[in-house]
């Protein structure tokens, strides 16, 4: 007799509301299921641009955490070196290529800037080597792909060419 009388009773809207609310739900359990390799490329891409950014607003104590202890100090020594001369116009991250199992990346930015006494502006594309290690992204290498001489990546000493014997 009681078993009629709740077969009986309408539908409880918040029953009816169950498939809505498990859709939202299902996605936030997800979440917590990235995987470390998922969590260090959304950190990365996530320093990459602070990184890239630092350099384009002058904030450089910014950006040396990210460097190597030595090559930190040298790039110091070359942002000093530039006084007012050098102004950051834009940068622009071109490409992020996870390799190793997301333990390593190229990066690939795209700068804009101007050298102030010769107001011409200039650009440069710049490849990064990003390596994790010890619990934290480092930008390993950097290097100029293509476009103008950039003041705050190292270029290689050209060697002298040997002169040939007859």
């Not at 102004?87 to 071109?94: K, V």
């Not at 190229?106 to 700068?111: P, Q």
């Not at 010890?134 to 190292?154: H, K, M, N, S, V």
């Amino acid at each position: 007799m009681l078993r009629s009388r709740i077969s009986a009773l309408p539908a409880l809207p918040v029953l009816r509301a169950l498939p809505a609310l498990a859709a939202l739900i299902a996605p936030a359990f997800t979440l917590g299921c990235l995987t470390p390799s998922q969590n260090r490329q959304d950190a990365l891409v996530r320093i990459t641009h602070e990184y890239n950014d630092g350099l384009r607003w002058g904030r450089y104590r910014d950006v040396t955490p990210h460097l190597a202890a030595e090559e930190a100090q040298r790039f110091l020594a070359r942002t000093g070196v530039l006084a007012d001369d050098f102004e950051m116009a834009d940068d622009e991250i071109a490409s992020i290529t996870f390799l190793d199992g997301g333990l390593r990346a190229d990066v690939t930015v795209d700068f804009t800037w101007y050298n102030q006494r010769r107001s011409l502006m200039r650009r440069t594309l710049v490849a990064q080597d990003w390596r994790f290690r010890e619990g934290r992204w480092i930008c390993a290498t950097q290097r100029r792909l293509r476009g103008d001489r950039f003041p705050l990546i190292p270029e290689p000493i050209a060697e002298a060419a040997a002169p040939r014997s007859p």
